[in-house]
C-alpha cells in the first residue's frame, strides 16, 4: 500500500486555515476588509472573551447575492479577480477566496446579507458544514457572527495569549485600519464597552485624535510628497510623543495595512536625523502606488509587502519626513534660542557674584579631612612656585570625615544600605556641569553621572520594595488624568494589578481615559505620565509568557528615570549622600539600562594626555 494518503476535505481546510485564520485578530482584518471592499460606510465590530467566544462584524456594504451566498464560503470562490494576471493589478482588500472558508471550517458562523435588490438571506455554517439557509428580513448590508473559533481545533486554542491580549490586537489592527478609511465610520465594542468610535468625516488627523489621543492629534507633522508612479502623504511625530516601541509605526500601500522593512527603516532613519532620545517615531504613512508596481501576495495573511523598486521607495520616503521634520521643528528651535538659552549657560551666571572654585592647598592640615594616601610632589612644586591662587569657595565648609550623622538625605528619601561597601568613600573635587560629580581616590580620579548612580539607587530600593510587596507610595494632591490609546488601554487593564503591586494606583476615568492617584514614593513631584507611558512600552517589549517578575522589572526600569537629573545642581551634602548610598548598593557600577555610573582616570592616563609620558 502507498504511503501518500489523498487528504480529506474537512483535513485540508483545517491546513488552509492555519495559514489565513493565526489567531482572533486574523478573523476581524479578514472580515472587515470584506466591509471594505463591499462599499460599506459604516462598519460595527463587537468581540466577546478576546474574540474567541464572539465576532461580530455589520456592514452596510452592497450584501451578497443570494445565489453567491453558498458560493462565498467554498474555496478559492472570490469576486475579487477571475485570471491570475488579475494578480498584478489588484484593487481591493480582498482576492484569495480563501478567508470565508477557511474561517468557516475552524468556527461556527452565521451569517446574513441583503443587496439593494433583492430580499435578505440567512446561513449557519459549522465547522465547514452548512446547517442550514433561509430568507432574513433586515437592512442592506451583511451580518457576520463568529462563535467559538477553533472550537475543533484545540491544538491551535491552546496557542492563544489571554482573552485581553488577543482583544487589544483586534482593538489595534481596527483602529490602523480605521486611519486608512477615515470616510468610513466605525465602531469597536470589546466585551460591552466602546472602545473606539469615527464619524467618517475623510480627515485622517481626525481619525488619529480618535485612535490615540489630543495629546498625539497635536504633536504631529504632516508630509506630502508626489512622484512620477507613486504619491507619500501621512503624519509623522513630535519626538515628545516617541514610544519605547514601535506600536505606533504604521504604514499604509493603497490603504492596506502592511508591514515594510524599507519604509520603516527610512522613516526612522529621518526621525533620528532630529531626535535627541533613541526611541521610536510615531508616524503614519500612506503610499498610493500603480498595483502593477507591488507585490502583496506575498504572505498567507498580505501583512507584508514587496516593491518593485525598493531603492527609490527608500529615498523618497527619507526625504519626504526629512524634509517635513526639519520644516515643522525649524520655528520650534528658533523660539528655543530667543526664548531659552542654553541650559548650562544659565547655570553658569550667579544671582549675585561669580561663581569660583576653590582648590584647598593644604588639606592635609584638617584633621577632618578623609585619610586619603597622597603623592603631591607637583602640586607642592606649583605651591612653591606660586602657580595656584587660592579661591574663595562656592564650598561654605570645609570637608568632613563622612560619618552616618553626617549624611543629610539627597531630596526626601531615606535608604536602607548594605553593610559592605564596593568601593572606598572618595573626596569630592566639585560637580562640573551640574552633570558630573568629580572625586579623588589617592592618586585616581572617578567621575560620577550624578543621573545614573542615582537611577542605580532607585532602582535597587524600588525592585527591593516589590520583592517585598511593600512599595513606598504616594498619593497625588491631584490626580494626572492620562487619554491612552487602545492598544495602551487594553495593555493597561490586562496589566492593572501588577501596576498596582508596584505602586501605582490608577481608575478608569471616562472613555480609554486612567486617572493616576498614587506613585511610588521616589517620583517625588514629578509629572508620572511620560513614566507610564514607558512602563507600558516596557511591558509590550516582553512578548508572550511574561513572568510578573520581569513585568516589575520592565516598570522598575522605566520609573526609575525620574531620578535626578544632568543640568541639576546638587549641594556637597547631596553629592556626598548621593555616592555614599551608591557604594552599599548591590551592584553599583551601571545603572538599570547598562550605562556606566562611574568612570576612572589613573594619573597615568592624565600624564598620557598631557604627553608628559609616552
Same mark, same amino acid.
Given at each position: 500500500?502507498?504511503?501518500?494518503?489523498?487528504?480529506?476535505?474537512?483535513?485540508?481546510?483545517?491546513?488552509?486555515?492555519?495559514?489565513?485564520?493565526?489567531?482572533?485578530?486574523?478573523? #476581524?482584518?479578514?472580515?472587515?476588509?470584506?466591509?471594505?471592499?463591499?462599499?460599506?460606510?459604516?462598519?460595527?465590530?463587537?468581540?466577546?472573551?478576546?474574540?474567541?467566544?464572539?465576532?461580530?462584524?455589520?456592514?452596510?456594504?452592497?450584501?451578497?447575492?443570494?445565489?453567491?451566498?453558498?458560493?462565498?464560503?467554498?474555496?478559492?470562490?472570490?469576486?475579487?479577480?477571475?485570471?491570475?494576471?488579475?494578480?498584478?493589478? !489588484?484593487?481591493?482588500?480582498? @482576492?484569495?477566496?480563501?478567508?470565508?472558508?477557511?474561517?468557516?471550517?475552524?468556527?461556527?458562523?452565521?451569517?446574513?446579507?441583503?443587496?439593494?435588490?433583492?430580499?435578505?438571506?440567512?446561513?449557519?455554517?459549522?465547522?465547514?458544514?452548512? =446547517?442550514?439557509?433561509?430568507?432574513?428580513?433586515?437592512?442592506?448590508?451583511?451580518?457576520?457572527?463568529?462563535?467559538?473559533?477553533?472550537?475543533?481545533?484545540?491544538?491551535?486554542?491552546?496557542?492563544?495569549?489571554?482573552?485581553?491580549?488577543?482583544?487589544?490586537? !483586534?482593538?489595534?489592527?481596527?483602529?490602523?485600519?480605521?486611519?486608512?478609511?477615515?470616510?468610513?465610520? @466605525? *465602531?469597536?465594542?470589546?466585551?460591552?464597552?466602546?472602545?473606539?468610535?469615527?464619524?467618517?468625516?475623510?480627515?485622517?488627523?481626525?481619525?488619529? =485624535?480618535?485612535?490615540?489621543?489630543?495629546? #498625539?492629534?497635536?504633536?504631529?507633522?504632516?508630509?506630502?510628497?508626489?512622484?512620477?508612479?507613486?504619491?507619500?502623504?501621512?503624519?509623522?511625530?513630535?519626538?515628545?510623543?516617541?514610544?519605547?516601541?514601535?506600536?505606533?509605526?504604521?504604514?499604509?500601500?493603497?490603504?492596506?495595512? #502592511?508591514?515594510?522593512?524599507?519604509?520603516?527603516? &527610512?522613516?526612522?532613519?529621518?526621525?533620528?536625523?532630529?531626535?535627541?532620545?533613541?526611541?521610536?517615531?510615531?508616524?503614519?504613512?500612506?503610499?498610493?502606488?500603480?498595483?502593477?508596481? !507591488?507585490?502583496?501576495?506575498?504572505?498567507?495573511?498580505?501583512?507584508?509587502?514587496?516593491?518593485?523598486?525598493?531603492?527609490?521607495? @527608500?529615498?523618497?520616503?527619507?526625504?519626504?519626513?526629512?524634509?517635513?521634520?526639519?520644516?515643522?521643528?525649524?520655528?520650534?528651535? *528658533?523660539?528655543?534660542?530667543?526664548?531659552?538659552?542654553?541650559?548650562?549657560?544659565?547655570?553658569?551666571?550667579?544671582?549675585?557674584?561669580?561663581? *569660583?572654585?576653590?582648590?584647598?592647598?593644604?588639606?592635609?592640615?584638617?584633621?577632618? #579631612?578623609?585619610?586619603?594616601?597622597?603623592?603631591?610632589?607637583?602640586?607642592?612644586?606649583?605651591?612653591?612656585?606660586? %602657580?595656584?591662587?587660592?579661591?574663595?569657595?562656592?564650598?561654605?565648609?570645609?570637608?568632613?570625615?563622612?560619618?552616618?550623622?553626617?549624611?543629610?538625605?539627597?531630596?526626601?528619601?531615606?535608604?536602607?544600605?548594605?553593610?559592605?561597601?564596593?568601593?572606598?568613600?572618595?573626596?569630592?573635587?566639585?560637580?562640573? =556641569?551640574?552633570?558630573?560629580?568629580?572625586?579623588?581616590?589617592?592618586?585616581?580620579?572617578?567621575?560620577?553621572?550624578?543621573?545614573?548612580?542615582?537611577?542605580?539607587?532607585? @532602582?535597587?530600593?524600588?525592585?527591593?520594595?516589590?520583592?517585598?510587596?511593600?512599595?513606598?507610595?504616594?498619593?497625588?494632591?491631584?490626580?494626572?488624568?492620562?487619554?491612552?490609546?487602545?492598544?495602551?488601554?487594553?495593555?493597561?487593564?490586562?496589566?492593572?494589578?501588577?501596576?498596582?503591586?508596584?505602586?501605582?494606583?490608577?481608575?478608569?476615568?471616562?472613555?480609554?481615559?486612567?486617572?493616576?492617584?498614587?506613585?511610588?514614593?521616589?517620583?517625588?513631584?514629578?509629572?508620572?505620565?511620560?513614566?507610564?507611558?514607558?512602563?507600558?512600552?516596557?511591558?509590550?517589549?516582553?512578548?508572550?509568557?511574561?513572568?510578573?517578575?520581569?513585568?516589575?522589572?520592565?516598570?522598575?526600569? &522605566?520609573?526609575?528615570?525620574?531620578?535626578?537629573?544632568?543640568?541639576?545642581?546638587? %549641594?556637597?551634602?547631596?553629592?556626598?549622600?548621593?555616592?555614599?548610598?551608591?557604594?552599599?548598593?548591590?551592584?553599583?557600577?551601571?545603572?538599570?539600562?547598562?550605562?556606566?555610573?562611574?568612570?576612572?582616570?589613573?594619573?597615568?592616563?592624565?600624564?598620557?594626555?598631557?604627553?608628559?609620558?609616552?
Amino acid at each position: 500500500m502507498g504511503k501518500i494518503n489523498l487528504l480529506t476535505k474537512d483535513t485540508f481546510n483545517k491546513i488552509a486555515a492555519g495559514e489565513v485564520v493565526e489567531r482572533p485578530a486574523s478573523v #476581524v482584518k479578514e472580515l472587515v476588509e470584506n466591509s471594505i471592499d463591499a462599499g460599506a460606510t459604516e462598519i460595527y465590530v463587537e468581540i466577546q472573551s478576546g474574540g474567541e467566544e464572539l465576532i461580530k462584524i455589520v456592514d452596510n456594504g452592497e450584501g451578497i447575492l443570494e445565489e453567491d451566498l453558498r458560493n462565498a464560503f467554498l474555496p478559492h470562490a472570490t469576486s475579487k479577480i477571475s485570471t491570475a494576471d488579475d494578480l498584478f493589478s !489588484i484593487h481591493t482588500m480582498g @482576492f484569495r477566496g480563501e478567508a470565508l472558508s477557511s474561517i468557516a471550517s475552524v468556527s461556527k458562523i452565521l451569517t446574513r446579507s441583503k443587496t439593494k435588490e433583492q430580499d435578505g438571506r440567512e446561513i449557519l455554517i459549522e465547522g465547514g458544514e452548512i =446547517r442550514y439557509e433561509k430568507y432574513s428580513s433586515m437592512d442592506q448590508g451583511t451580518l457576520m457572527e463568529i462563535r467559538d473559533l477553533f472550537y475543533n481545533v484545540p491544538a491551535r486554542k491552546k496557542f492563544l495569549k489571554t482573552p485581553s491580549r488577543e482583544g487589544a490586537i !483586534i482593538s489595534e489592527i481596527v483602529s490602523k485600519i480605521s486611519m486608512a478609511h477615515p470616510s468610513i465610520s @466605525f *465602531r469597536l465594542v470589546v466585551d460591552g464597552k466602546e472602545m473606539l468610535r469615527t464619524y467618517g468625516t475623510g480627515n485622517q488627523k481626525d481619525v488619529i =485624535r480618535q485612535v490615540y489621543s489630543k495629546k #498625539v492629534h497635536d504633536h504631529v507633522f504632516y508630509f506630502e510628497n508626489h512622484f512620477d508612479s507613486f504619491s507619500i502623504f501621512g503624519f509623522i511625530g513630535h519626538e515628545e510623543i516617541s514610544r519605547g516601541s514601535r506600536a505606533h509605526e504604521t504604514i499604509f500601500v493603497n490603504k492596506r495595512l #502592511v508591514q515594510s522593512k524599507v519604509i520603516t527603516t &527610512a522613516a526612522e532613519k529621518a526621525f533620528k536625523s532630529f531626535a535627541t532620545v533613541s526611541r521610536f517615531p510615531f508616524f503614519v504613512i500612506n503610499i498610493e502606488i500603480f498595483p502593477e508596481l !507591488i507585490d502583496v501576495n506575498i504572505h498567507p495573511q498580505k501583512a507584508e509587502i514587496k516593491f518593485e523598486d525598493d531603492a527609490h521607495i @527608500f529615498k523618497s520616503v527619507f526625504g519626504t519626513i526629512h524634509q517635513s521634520l526639519r520644516e515643522g521643528l525649524q520655528e520650534t528651535f *528658533r523660539i528655543q534660542e530667543e526664548e531659552e538659552p542654553d541650559r548650562y549657560e544659565q547655570l553658569r551666571q550667579p544671582e549675585t557674584e561669580p561663581v *569660583r572654585i576653590d582648590i584647598p592647598l593644604d588639606l592635609t592640615k584638617d584633621p577632618r #579631612v578623609l585619610k586619603i594616601e597622597e603623592d603631591r610632589k607637583a602640586l607642592d612644586a606649583m605651591k612653591r612656585e606660586g %602657580t595656584i591662587r587660592q579661591q574663595e569657595s562656592v564650598i561654605r565648609e570645609p570637608y568632613e570625615e563622612l560619618k552616618p550623622d553626617a549624611v543629610s538625605p539627597l531630596r526626601s528619601e531615606e535608604y536602607t544600605v548594605k553593610p559592605t561597601a564596593k568601593f572606598p568613600m572618595p573626596r569630592i573635587i566639585g560637580q562640573f =556641569r551640574a552633570t558630573y560629580i568629580l572625586t579623588e581616590i589617592q592618586d585616581e580620579l572617578y567621575i560620577f553621572d550624578q543621573h545614573a548612580a542615582h537611577e542605580k539607587i532607585n @532602582f535597587e530600593k524600588y525592585m527591593e520594595e516589590i520583592r517585598k510587596g511593600h512599595v513606598a507610595a504616594q498619593g497625588l494632591l491631584i490626580p494626572e488624568i492620562l487619554d491612552l490609546s487602545m492598544d495602551d488601554y487594553q495593555l493597561y487593564l490586562e496589566n492593572k494589578e501588577v501596576l498596582k503591586e508596584a505602586g501605582f494606583l490608577l481608575e478608569e476615568f471616562g472613555d480609554r481615559s486612567v486617572a493616576i492617584r498614587e506613585v511610588p514614593i521616589f517620583l517625588g513631584k514629578t509629572e508620572a505620565a511620560p513614566y507610564f507611558h514607558e512602563i507600558l512600552d516596557n511591558i509590550r517589549n516582553l512578548g508572550k509568557g511574561s513572568k510578573e517578575e520581569v513585568k516589575y522589572l520592565r516598570i522598575a526600569t &522605566a520609573a526609575c528615570k525620574a531620578s535626578i537629573k544632568a543640568y541639576e545642581e546638587l %549641594t556637597m551634602e547631596e553629592m556626598r549622600h548621593l555616592i555614599e548610598t551608591l557604594r552599599f548598593i548591590e551592584e553599583p557600577f551601571s545603572c538599570p539600562h547598562g550605562r556606566p555610573t562611574l568612570v576612572k582616570l589613573t594619573e597615568k592616563d592624565m600624564q598620557k594626555m598631557f604627553r608628559r609620558i609616552v
